[in-house]
């Protein structure tokens, strides 16, 4: 399989983008040759996909790595970034994204250390494992049980005050905050904010095609820059092939996908916290993640939600360029800030 046509960008997202983005995009990827897709070799380059737009981010007082248990015990890896004031601290616990199979540590490096500084809080990242080779929802069950970890012995280890916690995250990593906030909920511990960008939310292995989606914008951005249909079903395939085709394990880890294929399913949008969604327009993703915040409002949370004109799935990653990524930055971390600081 191939990734899709990267030059030139597809005539009918073309009139929807902001001209500086595509200006960005024509110097830097447009001539950039398809190729099979090697996930090894993604892997290795996902963290600095969209560094050609990245702006320089400040330095925190102290930035580490430690071990958390996740799901079933095992440890996970988690990036701690200190702010300069002292604690204990508010804590931001993040969700990295890259579609369940790609990300790391470094993939939202540089949003996070703004979060920590204009925020004032600690973040904490969570390095979740990965499909294919863990079924999914791995990525959910280790975060959640890295979420209990923070909360429950966070005030120890890592300085930070497990009454003021905010989840936050992209893409997937926005789907995880969503879900970990109905966890939460059920778990007894309060989180007080989530804030995501361009979440993943529906189940699009429901569909053959972006036609029969019953979002406008799958049909619309269908050829998007950065994310289109035929890199969402790849992600979709590579996520669904984590799960064991028969065999004594896939009742279970069929039964473990539970509601959190498609976020719409979830069975009580009652008593969670308020949330901050923020959507791009030119992002086949940006329908679902509206419709969510539009069902979140329905059940009585408080909501903001707002879509950024004119840029692709990923623009976040782009603030040396984009002010739509400088905004989103600025106010992620306003929200934060007033929130946890309250």
Same mark, same amino acid.
């Given at each position: 399989?191939?990734?899709?046509?990267?030059?030139?960008?597809?005539p009918?997202?073309?009139p929807?983008l902001d001209?500086v983005?595509v200006?960005?995009?024509?110097?830097?990827?447009?001539h &950039?040759?398809?190729?099979p897709?090697?996930?090894?070799?993604?892997?290795? +380059?996902y963290?600095?996909?969209?560094?050609?737009? /990245?702006?320089? %981010?400040?330095?925190c007082a102290?930035?580490?790595?430690a *071990?958390v248990p996740?799901?079933?015990?095992?440890?996970?890896?988690?990036?701690?970034?200190?702010?300069e004031s002292?604690?204990?601290?508010p804590?931001h616990?993040?969700?990295h994204g890259g579609?369940?199979?790609?990300g $790391?540590?470094?993939?939202?490096?540089?949003?996070?250390?703004?979060?920590?500084?204009?925020?004032?809080?600690?973040?904490?990242?969570v $390095?979740y494992?990965?499909?294919?080779?863990?079924a999914?929802? =791995?990525?959910?069950q280790?975060?959640?049980a890295?979420?209990?970890? =923070?909360?429950?012995?966070g005030?120890?280890?890592?300085?930070i005050?497990? &009454?003021?916690?905010?989840?936050?995250?992209?893409?997937?990593?926005?789907?995880i905050?969503?879900?970990?906030?109905?966890?939460?909920?059920?778990? $007894?511990?309060?989180?007080?904010?989530?804030?995501?960008g361009?979440p993943?939310?529906d189940?699009i292995a429901s569909?053959k095609?972006?036609?029969? %989606?019953?979002?406008p914008?799958?049909q619309?951005?269908?050829?998007a820059p &950065?994310?289109?249909w035929?890199?969402l079903?790849?992600?979709?395939?590579?996520?669904?092939q984590s =799960?064991?085709?028969?065999?004594?394990?896939?009742?279970? *880890?069929?039964?473990?996908v539970?509601?959190?294929?498609?976020?719409?399913?979830?069975? $009580?949008? /009652?008593?969670?916290?308020r949330?901050?969604?923020?959507?791009?327009?030119?992002?086949?993703?940006r329908d679902?993640?509206e %419709?969510y915040?539009?069902?979140?409002?329905?059940?009585g /949370?408080e909501?903001? *939600? +707002?879509?950024f004109?004119?840029?692709?799935?990923?623009f976040?990653h782009m603030? +040396?360029?984009?002010?739509?990524? +400088?905004?989103?930055i600025d106010? /992620?971390?306003?929200?934060i800030?007033?929130?946890l600081?309250?």
């Amino acid at each position: 399989m191939s990734h899709e046509a990267l030059n030139p960008i597809h005539p009918s997202a073309l009139p929807h983008l902001d001209p500086v983005f595509v200006q960005l995009y024509n110097d830097n990827v447009a001539h &950039t040759p398809s190729g099979p897709i090697d996930l090894s070799i993604l892997r290795t +380059k996902y963290s600095v996909l969209y560094s050609y737009g /990245t702006g320089p %981010a400040p330095d925190c007082a102290r930035i580490y790595d430690a *071990q958390v248990p996740g799901h079933n015990g095992d440890l996970i890896s988690v990036r701690v970034y200190e702010p300069e004031s002292p604690g204990p601290w508010p804590v931001h616990v993040d969700f990295h994204g890259g579609g369940w199979g790609l990300g $790391d540590l470094d993939t939202e490096s540089h949003i996070l250390k703004h979060i920590c500084n204009k925020a004032n809080v600690c973040v904490i990242d969570v $390095d979740y494992r990965l499909v294919p080779e863990h079924a999914f929802p =791995i990525g959910i069950q280790d975060s959640f049980a890295a979420l209990r970890y =923070i909360h429950k012995e966070g005030a120890e280890r890592f300085g930070i005050d497990p &009454t003021r916690i905010s989840l936050g995250g992209v893409s997937a990593g926005g789907n995880i905050a969503l879900v970990c906030a109905h966890l939460a909920r059920d778990s $007894d511990i309060t989180v007080k904010l989530i804030a995501v960008g361009t979440p993943t939310v529906d189940n699009i292995a429901s569909y053959k095609s972006a036609s029969e %989606a019953p979002w406008p914008s799958m049909q619309e951005m269908e050829h998007a820059p &950065t994310l289109n249909w035929a890199r969402l079903k790849w992600f979709d395939t590579l996520k669904w092939q984590s =799960i064991d085709a028969k065999g004594p394990n896939r009742e279970s *880890q069929l039964g473990a996908v539970k509601w959190y294929a498609n976020l719409l399913d979830a069975p $009580d949008f /009652t008593r969670l916290p308020r949330t901050v969604i923020y959507t791009a327009g030119c992002d086949p993703l940006r329908d679902e993640g509206e %419709a969510y915040a539009k069902r979140l409002i329905e059940a009585g /949370t408080e909501v903001i *939600q +707002k879509r950024f004109l004119g840029v692709p799935h990923p623009f976040m990653h782009m603030d +040396k360029d984009l002010w739509q990524a +400088k905004e989103f930055i600025d106010m /992620t971390a306003d929200h934060i800030k007033s929130t946890l600081h309250a």
